[in-house]
């Protein structure tokens, strides 16, 4: 069964940092772009970055550069999303999600069920 299952999500005050983690199951990921996503209360899911298969990332959000990035763990065939300097307006679930092939702007074809993360003091 292919699968993406997200972890990580929690309480961080403003200011703090948390990562979060996307396995997959049932499939190789290094063959994969795999992009992130956040649904904040309230709103409709909007995209935050992505990473292709060769490491090249792609922000969806402008008002993560410079705070997250997202990393490959070859060896834990999964993708990492690094958060700092967290805002209450990052508060949310995320997602994440894996493309069709290896590029950002291929489609998306599988998800995550998502892990919740509130920034709040």
């Known amino acids: 069964q292919l699968q993406l299952v997200e972890s990580g999500g929690g309480l961080v005050q403003p200011g703090g940092s948390l990562r979060l983690s996307c396995a997959a199951s049932?499939?190789?990921?290094?063959?994969?772009?795999i992009s992130w996503f956040r649904q904040a209360p309230g709103k409709e899911r909007e995209g935050v970055l992505c990473?292709?298969?060769?490491?090249?990332?792609?922000y969806y959000d402008a008002s993560v550069v410079g705070r997250f990035t997202t990393s490959r763990d070859y060896t834990k065939n999964s993708v990492y999303l690094e958060m700092n300097s967290l805002k209450s307006e990052d508060t949310g679930v995320y997602y994440c999600a894996a493309h069709t092939s290896t590029r950002c702007e291929d489609e998306l074809k599988l998800w995550g069920q998502g892990t919740q993360l509130s920034v709040s003091s």
């Open positions: 990473i292709s298969t060769r490491g090249r990332r792609e």
């Open positions: 049932g499939f190789n990921l290094d063959y994969y772009a």
